[in-house]
């Protein structure tokens, strides 16, 4: 599976943006999706997920703000990010899990590069 990353850049706090990952070298739709992000001098941590199914997860810390999504007909899978924070700067990156049942917090077996998304105070 090949990952395609886009839509990272520059914001404000409290502005927004879209990020976008396509996927191609599987069928899409039996995928499990995950963005996960990495902070200057931090590990990577988990943002957000989607079954093949649709259902949802997210770390506690984006909850209420970032909304994961997928449009199975583009193989793509979305990041929608609102109230950005600062603490919200990191390179993000898209991962897709092939087995079913699928573990979108530890079982990504696939990593596109990442896009670094810059909050400013």
């Known amino acids: 599976v090949q990952l395609q990353a886009s839509g990272g850049g520059l914001v404000q706090a409290g502005g927004s943006l879209r990020l976008s990952c396509v996927a191609s070298g599987r069928t899409f739709s039996r995928l499990a999706m995950g963005w996960f992000r990495q902070a200057p001098g931090k590990e990577r941590e988990f943002v957000a997920g989607?079954?093949?199914?649709?259902?949802?997860y997210y770390a506690d810390s984006v909850k209420g703000r970032f909304t994961i999504s997928r449009d199975n007909a583009e193989n793509t899978v979305y990041l929608q990010m609102s109230s950005l924070r600062p603490e919200d700067t990191a390179v993000y990156y898209c991962a897709a899990d092939s087995d079913y049942p699928a573990d979108v917090y530890y079982g990504m077996d696939y990593w596109g590069k990442g896009t670094l998304v810059t909050v400013s105070s």
């Open positions: 989607i079954k093949r199914y649709s259902t949802t």
